[in-house]
Structure formats: C-alpha cells, structure tokens
C-alpha cells in the first residue's frame, strides 16, 4: 500500500494559543484551539491528513503522563502502513525535549516533525499555520526519517535542536551541528543527513513502550547549576529527599565549584548518579583525564536529564 497519509497530533502550546487583542504576541493564553480547527484553517493543506488531539497543554506544564501517551499514539499511528508520518503541534518552551525523548524512545524510520508558533493562533499575522504546512511538506518528503523540528522554515535534529530566543519567530538554534536543511519557496533543501538509521529500531520501540507502560513512577533526576558562590546545598538537600540522579549544569567546559564538587562527590559515593553537561549552549564538555564524573556527550543538561532517566527505567535509547 501507497504511504500517503499524514497524522497531526495536537498537545497545545502557542501555536493553540488565543489572546483578546489581535495585536498581543505576549499577552494569550496557550492551549485553546483544538488541533482540526488549526489544521483546518491552514491555507494550502492538502491530501490525507488525520488530526487527534493527545494534550491541551502549555509546554511549560509538560509531564511523564502526556509524554507517555504521545510516545503510544506516534508509535501507533506510525505502525500504520497507510501512514507516511506524523507532525506533532506543540509549544516551544519544551519541545526540544519532547523532540529528544520521542528521537530516543521510537527512533523512527519514518518522519516525526515537530511544530510549533511563537505567535498565538489569533494573532494579526500568525507563524503557525506556515510552520504547519512546512512540517507537513517535510513529513512528506521522500526520504525523511527520525524526529525532526521545524520552525521558521528551518529543520533541526532532535538532538541538536534548543530554544534559543524568547521571543523571535525563528526561536531555535542547532549549535555547531547546523541544521538538517530548510524549507524554502515550497521545496526542502537538505544539508545533512537525517537522524541515523538502525535496523533493530520497531522492536527497540516496542519494547521501550511497553516499559514506558508500565513504569509507575519516573526516577528523579534534577538538574543543579554552578555558578559564583555556588554551594552544595541544594545537592545535598536532594541526596536527602533520595535524588536517584543530578546533572551538573556546569560552567565552560563543565567545570564546578569546589562546594558544589564536594557535595557532588558525596552524592555519587552514595549511588547517586551523576553527569557534567554544560551551562553553555554551545560546544558541550570534553571529557578531561581528571574528569570526576562522566560527560554528557554533546547533550544539554535538559536532554542529558531525559537520557539518564530512559536508561536508569531500562530504556535502550
Ligand atoms: C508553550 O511552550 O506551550 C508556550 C510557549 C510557546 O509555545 O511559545
């Protein structure tokens, strides 16, 4: 059968969002629209789309429940051999992390794109409904594979895309990976490759949703930061509250203070399970001879705290 059916899941965020003065971008509440009528006011929208709404959220409230349950309904619709890809409307305070927990748990082999708007649905001039019909025309596009965001007319990884403006419309950046390639006059222009490939990846998923399933209670992971005066006092409190993980939001090339060391280093003797990332949002840490703590191999502190988590659940990701 013929691939040609493209499922849009709906969970909220901005691009949802309605204000009562046409001419706020700031002043709106996230989250009000339902997903048809958003794809049904996208001008140009053609061929065979599904809609479903999975959540109604501001992104900011994201939870273990809904990225669950989206992580079920894209694994499904993706099952499906009628269906050629799936794009997911979401807001964008949170959306590189829904990109890396989705890349990390499916690993798909078809295309899952991400969506987003910086301006509400009611705005004089909305960044939606383009973003929609771009994200639709890269799940479309043949060859494409993986987790995949795209705002702007620019294609990020899951693994490399952040947030990186609070207000801009074209609010993400891909560091030094660069972007997988951009949408422009219609046609995707591709600059690398997309996120790689495994043979094993649906039974990989399978069983990684099954666990997801399952699995009561999420482990704690929290992210601590350095900085000037910085103390091991929230570590410490942590350890006691019986954290199962800590990240190290570290300065440069993660280097921290040495209150913050000592508490650390406590932690990690008692099991707790630690990992040096990086405040800086670009470059990641290199791994030093006298490295106390492994590195978080490229991710930021957000999608080092999401890896951590999968594997401390048993998750292969
Ligand atoms: C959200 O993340 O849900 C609100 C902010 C946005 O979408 O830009």
Redesign the pocket.
């Known amino acids: 059968m013929h691939h040609t059916k493209i499922v849009i899941l709906g969970t ?4 949802a ?1 309605t204000a009562s003065n046409a001419s706020s971008d700031i002043d709106y509440t ?2 009000q629209v339902g997903v048809s009528q958003l794809v049904g006011g996208v001008k140009g929208l053609d061929g065979d789309i599904e809609t479903e709404q999975v959540a109604q ?4 409230d994201m939870s273990f429940e809904v990225w669950t349950a989206l992580a079920n309904r894209v694994h499904h619709h993706l099952a499906q051999n009628d269906v050629q890809g799936v794009v997911i409307t979401h ?5 590189e992390e829904t990109a890396y927990f989705l890349q990390s748990v499916l690993n798909p082999a078809k295309p899952v794109v991400l969506t ?3 301006r509400p649905a009611s705005a004089l001039a909305p960044d939606g409904p383009q973003n929609i019909l771009d994200a639709v025309s890269v799940a479309r596009h043949e060859g494409a594979q993986g987790v995949v965001v795209v705002c702007a007319g620019d294609i990020h990884s899951a693994q490399d895309v952040q947030k990186i403006h609070t207000c801009q419309l074209n609010a993400f950046g891909s560091g030094d990976a660069g972007l997988i390639g951009f949408i422009q006059e219609n046609s995707l222009k591709l600059l690398r490759n997309w996120p790689l490939d495994q043979q094993i990846r649906v039974q990989v998923a399978t069983e990684n949703i099954a666990i997801l399933n399952q699995v009561k209670c999420w482990p704690g992971v929290e992210i601590v930061m350095n900085y000037a005066g910085a103390s091991g006092a929230l570590v410490d409190a942590l350890v006691a509250q019986g954290v199962q993980g800590l990240i190290v939001a570290g300065t440069g090339n993660g280097t921290v203070h040495q209150s913050l060391l000592d508490s650390l280093l406590k932690a990690q003797a008692q099991g707790v399970h630690i990992i040096r990332s990086t405040r800086c949002i670009q470059g990641g840490v290199l791994a030093r001879t006298d490295d106390s703590f492994p590195s978080s191999n490229g991710l930021s502190p957000v999608k080092a705290r999401i890896h951590l988590m999968l594997s401390l659940m048993g998750l292969r990701a």
């Open positions: 909220g965020g901005t691009i969002g996230a989250a959220i501001d992104s900011k807001g964008t305070d949170t959306l987003c708007a910086m």
